[in-house]
């Protein structure tokens, strides 16, 4: 098994019930960053289990294209479209001219889904614009997702395609499309 696909199970599986079962016996999420990517922060808490990664080739200062992976345990379990819509909030309200596009909403293996492109012109933190993907499942256990993000200069409102083209898009559609959430103890419902 690739060393980061293993750090993602460490950090993603559920283990809040029985620390002492067997991780990939339980609900998780299947993902995998890009070949070569480095890890980069990681958290992990009662409640929250976090992992990126970042893209080799870094911005002065910082990264220029990161992979998130969450998983936030909370009874009941939010909905992927309220987790869109409140990062979609949190970006709107530090990057004016901020746009949110829901581009898929349904199930995936059974768990409701939620995928969105959003584009931040200027971020009032960093001063560069941002290009955002962001797909969110709610599990049983847990609300899962998954973020890649890529910063660019500064643009205007329809400029982000310059730094983003149609082909990348669709790659980073491909890409979150292959990650799933599954849980072996649900028989068909939700296949591993």
């Not at 998780?28 to 009662?46: D, F, I, K, N």
Request: aromatic fraction near 6%.
């Amino acid at each position: 098994m690739k060393r980061p696909l293993l750090l993602l199970l460490v950090f993603l599986s559920a283990c809040a019930a029985n620390p002492q079962q067997d991780q990939a016996a339980q609900e998780h999420l299947r993902a995998e960053p890009p070949q070569g990517w480095t890890p980069g922060t990681a958290t992990q808490t009662s409640r929250l289990r976090m992992s990126e990664f970042v893209h080799p080739d870094l911005l002065e200062g910082g990264w220029r294209e990161k992979i998130t992976f969450e998983r936030l345990v909370a009874q009941p379990v939010a909905s992927p479209q309220d987790a869109v819509t409140l990062i979609g909030d949190e970006l709107q309200a530090g990057c004016p001219g901020a746009q949110v596009f829901k581009t898929y909403s349904g199930k995936e293996n059974g768990y409701l889904t939620e995928v969105a492109l959003m584009t931040c012109p200027r971020s009032s933190v960093t001063q560069l614009g941002q290009i955002t993907m962001l797909k969110a499942i709610a599990g049983n256990d847990a609300l899962y997702t998954i973020t890649r993000a890529k910063r660019v200069p500064p643009f205007d409102g329809a400029g982000a395609t310059n730094y983003l083209p149609r082909e990348e898009i669709a790659m980073w559609s491909a890409y979150l499309a292959a990650m799933s959430v599954c849980d072996p103890r649900s028989g068909d419902a939700h296949p591993c």
